[in-house]
Structures are given as structure tokens and as C-alpha cells.
């Protein structure tokens, strides 16, 4: 039977935000560094719903059972940090499918040993319920595959605030705003998380790291929605990329329309995204009565990774009116030099007749 205190709701307050807020990131899904965010707060929402509801349970196989699954959003949180970072930063060279893979390593140790403590007690050599203040909680002693666990998972995120601080150093005046938040956000909780693996904890018991997590994802909120985490481009050169008159498509990899200027959104109807993605380079596109002029780019990260395609129609139907006035003039011009010809040869007859 759960027993919900004002320790578990917090908890689960916390698990509804990184909730949201993965929602949201998966709704930027496309964006660089957007899919890693979106499992980053997954895993912190599981871990953050399962041990609320760990703190309001009374049962010591219940709880270890919580305890475990709640270990599939724990072990993952590191592996997902650095692999955001990475995007994020576009650092990103080392991130092949063998190395992810490998990334997951210590994690699926971790969830094995956990699952199977009860056999060789080396994650967790013992634990136990106490009674504080009313309160019950799970009393842990770690074991060595406990620090293991920690140990990989303070290099993961050690590497992800390295990664990020390299992006600082080389970014303006405007994007470090942006990263600066970001290494804040996240350096919150895990500092926190530290205090709490040497000790420094309520109770002497609980683990407050998913309600630091809670902060992080106030203070990712505020990057997300209010200074636009997920904008590639300055605002300079968004204001130049809504003003210009060619239409402009950016596509992801996928193929899927990620942004359009004003110019480009008064064409979509007519064009249809099935016949833009079969547009070729350096093609004449005509649509009802104009003309428009197709270029396509391949878009890269400055490490040389392709992320997408930009699709540039320019409106060349005053220019192509002209060539066709040029042309049908050259054409009657030449009409009447024949003409003109034809007409002197057969005086030239005339007077040779006579």
C-alpha cells in the first residue's frame, strides 16, 4: 500500500516537469541535440516518479523493486548527458555506432546487478526500512559495483561539462549566454548528487538529487523557452533569413521541412513538399504563371557532419519574360532580314528579265 508524504510528491512533482519538458524536446527531436535531450529527461522523469513512489511505499520488496526499475532511467542519465553534449557542441566525431553502444556497457551491468542483488549482494551488500519522523525509508550500503556505477557515471558527466566548456570558450558573446545556462542547469543536480555519495543528505537517508533535477529543468525551461536553446542561427541572422525575397526550405536528413521564411511558406501550396524534395540543382521550377530558379546545399556542422539541405527558389519570371521578348524579337527580326531578302532577290529577277 503507497502512503504519498510531502518527500514523495515532490518527487513526483519532479518526474511531471522532466516529463514536459521531454515532450518537448522530442518535439525538437530533428534539431541537433534535441533527440538526446528529450531520453535525458525521460530517464530523469522515470527515476524521479519510481522513487517517489518508493518513498511512499512501506513494503521492503516493493521497494526494491522500484528501486531497480527506477535504475533503467539512472544509469542512462550519464550515457544521454554526454551524448547531448556532444551533439549539442557538434563535438560529436568520436559518437560512431560501435562507441554508443559501448556507452550502455556499465549501464546494462548496472541494471543486471541491481536486478540480481539478492544473489551476490555486490551492488547493494544490505538494506534495510527505518522509521524517522514517521517516515519510512530505505537504508542502503553500497557495493563495489555501486561505485562503479558512480564512478562511470562522474566520467560520463565530467566529459559532457568538457565538451560544453570548449563550446564557451569558442562561442560569442550571445551563445555563451546560452551554454552558460546550460552547464548550470546541469552542473546543479549533480552537484548535489556528489554531497549525497559522501554523506551530506537528509535524514542521513534521502537521496534529493531528483528535486535538484527539478531546478534543472526550471533553469532549462527559462533556456528552452525564453533565450531559444534550439536556435541555430543569431537573431541577426534570423531576421536576414525572414526578409529575404528567394524562398528558403531547410530540410533534416529525413527529408522533413524543420524551417521556411515567409517567402518560401507562400509556396508551399503550390509546390507540395513531394515535388520540392524531387527539385534539382540548377532547375527552371514553374509554378502557375511564374518561374523560379532551384539551388541545393548540403548544410554541415563545422565538423563536417551533414545535418540537413537548403532548397533556394528565386523568382526569375521577369528575367525569363525578357529572354523570351528578346528571343521572339531576334526571331522576328531574322523573319524580316529573310523576308527582305527574298523580296530583293526576286527584283534582282525582275530586272534581269527585262
Known amino acids: 500500500m503507497l502512503t504519498f508524504n510531502l518527500h514523495s510528491l515532490l518527487m513526483i512533482v519532479a518526474s511531471v516537469l522532466a516529463l514536459t519538458l ?21 530517464s530523469v522523469s522515470l527515476w524521479s516518479l519510481l522513487y517517489g513512489l518508493e518513498l511512499a511505499s512501506k513494503n521492503l520488496e516493493t521497494i526494491k523493486l522500484l528501486t531497480a526499475v527506477s535504475y533503467l532511467g539512472i ?12 551533439r549539442y557542441t557538434h563535438l560529436d566525431n568520436w559518437l560512431k555506432p560501435l562507441t554508443k553502444l559501448l556507452l550502455f556497457a556499465i549501464p546494462a551491468i548496472t541494471i543486471l546487478a541491481i536486478s540480481t542483488n539478492d544473489l551476490h549482494l555486490l551492488f547493494y551488500r544490505h538494506r534495510e ?6 517516515h519510512v525509508f530505505q537504508k542502503l550500503s553500497p557495493g563495489p559495483f555501486w561505485w562503479l556505477h558512480i564512478a562511470y557515471s562522474y566520467l560520463l558527466v565530467l ?35 556528489i554531497a549525497y555519495v559522501f554523506g551530506f543528505k537528509p535524514y542521513g537517508i534521502l537521496d534529493i538529487t531528483p528535486i535538484a533535477f527539478l531546478w534543472m529543468g526550471i533553469i532549462l525551461s527559462i533556456s528552452v523557452f525564453s533565450l531559444k536553446l534550439f536556435d541555430i542561427a543569431p537573431f541577426a541572422m534570423e531576421r536576414l533569413f525572414s526578409s529575404m525575397p528567394d524562398a528558403i526550405f531547410v530540410l533534416n536528413l529525413q527529408g522533413q521541412m524543420i524551417s521556411t521564411n515567409p517567402a518560401a511558406q507562400s509556396l508551399m501550396d503550390k509546390i507540395g513538399i513531394d515535388r520540392l524534395r524531387a527539385t534539382k540543382d540548377a532547375e527552371d521550377v514553374h509554378l502557375d504563371d511564374r518561374v523560379y530558379y532551384s ?7 563545422p565538423t ?24 521572339k524579337a531576334n526571331r522576328e527580326l531574322n523573319e524580316a532580314i529573310d523576308l527582305a531578302n527574298s523580296l530583293a532577290a526576286e527584283a534582282e529577277d525582275c530586272q534581269g528579265q527585262h
Not at 526500512?129 to 514517521?134: A, G, K
Not at 539551388?295 to 556542422?301: E, G, K, P
Request: proline share 3%; glycine share 8%; aromatic share 12%.
Open 22 to 42: 521531454g515532450l518537448y524536446a522530442w518535439s525538437k527531436r530533428y534539431v541537433v541535440g534535441g533527440f538526446p535531450l528529450s531520453l535525458l529527461m525521460a
Open 75 to 86: 544509469s542512462g542519465l550519464p550515457v544521454f548527458w554526454v551524448v547531448f553534449a556532444a
Open 129 to 134: 526500512l527505518v522509521t524517522i519522523n514517521s
Open 159 to 193: 566529459t559532457g561539462f568538457y565538451l560544453l566548456l570548449k563550446m564557451y570558450s569558442g562561442s560569442d558573446k550571445a551563445k555563451r549566454k546560452h551554454v552558460l545556462l546550460l552547464i548550470i542547469g546541469g552542473a546543479l543536480p549533480y552537484c548535489v548528487n
Open 295 to 301: 539551388t541545393r546545399n548540403q548544410i554541415f556542422t
Open 304 to 327: 563536417f557532419k551533414q545535418m540537413g539541405e537548403l532548397i533556394i527558389l528565386r523568382d526569375i519570371s521577369a528575367r525569363k519574360h525578357a529572354e523570351n521578348e528578346l528571343i
